[in-house]
């Protein structure tokens, strides 16, 4: 019998999870989050940026594990705010992380910012570390415009104010395998593919 190649995503992010899981079954490897263990720790995100973050989560978990482990840090880029929410994306409305709120903060802060003004882009940033390997970093953007308002019910976090350029839609109205083929995360991950394979055979 043939054993399905797994991988652990350091999430507990379930809209990331979900996407993990849909890109990941395109390349026949099965994923496991911090969802699935029982008493997974809360990694605190001290970096200062993507990069970082995502590398403090992946080598926390890999060492906490003994295994491969990959780890996503993303946000959200608003050009006029100065690149916030950017690596506080997660808690920009507070601590207790609420996408909504989040979501409230962004639309009041780009209230009076007319269209040409309102770019933004989706950044990602895929740590792999290992037991046996430096910790790699990848990144995957996707661009667009901050809408004026709630638009689709599809994806997650800041999807619904989310107007992506390729293909031309608010985020939130792609479908996941839209989604998939555009993300930034998808994007990342294809900078990943080169040693995907590789990675199983350390
Ligand atoms: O750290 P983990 O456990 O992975 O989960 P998290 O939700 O805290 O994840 P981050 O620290 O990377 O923060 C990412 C933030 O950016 C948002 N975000 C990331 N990717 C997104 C996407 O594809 N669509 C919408 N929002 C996204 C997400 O909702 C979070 O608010
Ligand atoms: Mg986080």
Do not use: W
Request: aromatic share 6%; proline share 4%; charged share 30%.
């Amino acid at each position: 019998m043939k054993v399905k190649k797994q991988v652990i995503i350091a999430t507990k992010n379930k809209g990331k999870a979900k996407e993990f899981e849909e890109l990941f079954s395109a390349l026949n490897v099965e994923t496991l989050t911090l969802l699935d263990l029982d008493n997974a720790p809360d990694v605190e995100e001290t970096g200062n940026t993507f990069e970082e973050n995502a590398t403090i989560k992946a080598e926390a978990i890999s060492n906490m594990t003994g295994k491969i482990v990959i780890a996503d840090d993303s946000g959200l880029v608003i050009d006029e705010l100065d690149g916030r929410p950017g690596i506080y994306s997660a808690r920009y409305a507070g601590e207790h992380k609420n996408d909504e709120e989040n979501i409230d903060k962004v639309l009041l802060e780009m209230k009076d910012v007319p269209d040409k003004k309102r770019t933004a882009r989706f950044f990602c940033a895929l740590a792999v570390s290992g037991p046996n390997m430096d910790t790699m970093v990848v990144t995957g953007k996707c661009e667009g415009k901050i809408l004026t308002e709630r638009k689709g019910a599809n994806g997650f976090g800041y999807d619904p104010i989310f107007f992506a350029i390729d293909p031309g839609k608010p985020m939130a109205e792609l479908s996941s395998e839209e989604k998939n083929k555009i993300s930034h995360r998808a994007a990342a991950l294809n900078n990943l593919k080169p040693i995907i394979n590789e990675l199983f055979y350390r």
